[in-house]
């Protein structure tokens, strides 16, 4: 990725604001650790430690998610719903995640337990961000059935775990990066890195197999463009 490097310099940091910025877009958008990130910026000319490359993937990956979010079109008013279950620390967690229609993922929570209240929780927060869905998809699980009930009342709740694919889909680089890591240290990294990187694998991993040649370059292309205009935004 090349990016202008003629952007203005983070206050408090001692390297420019694009070899931050690809950082942090080379751990997001392969399944690479910090140790493979730092090995790729040292071919560079790039020094910079492991522990460094940390530090900017939590503090900034934040900011690109969010800018993401912002600068996305309204989500399709069918959701899909879905839990799975992480270990972290040998305890067992609950990541819950929705996605669009479009396979757009709005949002994931991480919780300790897979319960009505946890999906209460979970519907909240979507209907807080983004209103009422006309249509919510889910497995079988009974937890969902109260929440939208009392949450979403005019939606229709299809409860079927072969309707469900589409969200299933999306926890496959979860598990992966799962991998990575070594399993997640705990509830609070497993949200912020998750937060992060479903949203910056929304822009960077179009549907290839729907799309020509010409289509996936220009997408990659305008993918490339906004995460340049985020990186200018960037404060520390």
């Known amino acids: 990725m090349n990016i202008p490097s003629d952007m203005p310099r983070l206050k408090g940091f001692r390297f420019p604001r694009e070899v931050i910025a690809y950082a942090v877009w080379a751990y997001h958008r392969f399944a690479l650790s910090t140790a493979d990130v730092e090995d790729l910026l040292a071919e560079r000319g790039v020094i910079v430690s492991r522990e460094a490359i940390r530090l900017w993937v939590n503090q900034f990956g934040r900011h690109f998610a969010d800018c993401i979010k912002r600068e996305r079109p309204g989500c399709a008013d069918k959701w899909h719903l879905d839990e799975v279950v992480i270990m972290i620390n040998g305890e067992k967690f609950w990541l819950w995640r929705a996605v669009d229609a479009r396979g757009d993922v709005l949002d994931i929570l991480v919780l300790k337990h897979r319960s009505a209240k946890a999906a209460k929780r979970f519907l909240q927060r979507l209907i807080a961000r983004y209103g009422q869905p006309r249509v919510i998809v889910t497995d079988k699980l009974r937890s969902y059935i109260k929440p939208i009930r009392n949450l979403a009342p005019e939606a229709d709740h299809q409860a079927h775990k072969g309707l469900n694919n589409r969200v299933e889909g999306s926890h496959r680089p979860t598990r992966k990066r799962e991998k990575i890591f070594g399993r997640f240290k705990s509830a609070r990294q497993a949200q912020r890195f998750l937060s ?16 020509s040649a010409n289509l996936y370059r220009q997408a990659r292309s305008d993918a490339f463009d906004l995460w340049r205009s985020y990186a200018d935004e960037m404060t520390a």
């Open 196 to 211: 992060a990187h479903d949203q910056i694998n929304t822009i960077f991993r179009p549907r290839r197999y729907r799309l």
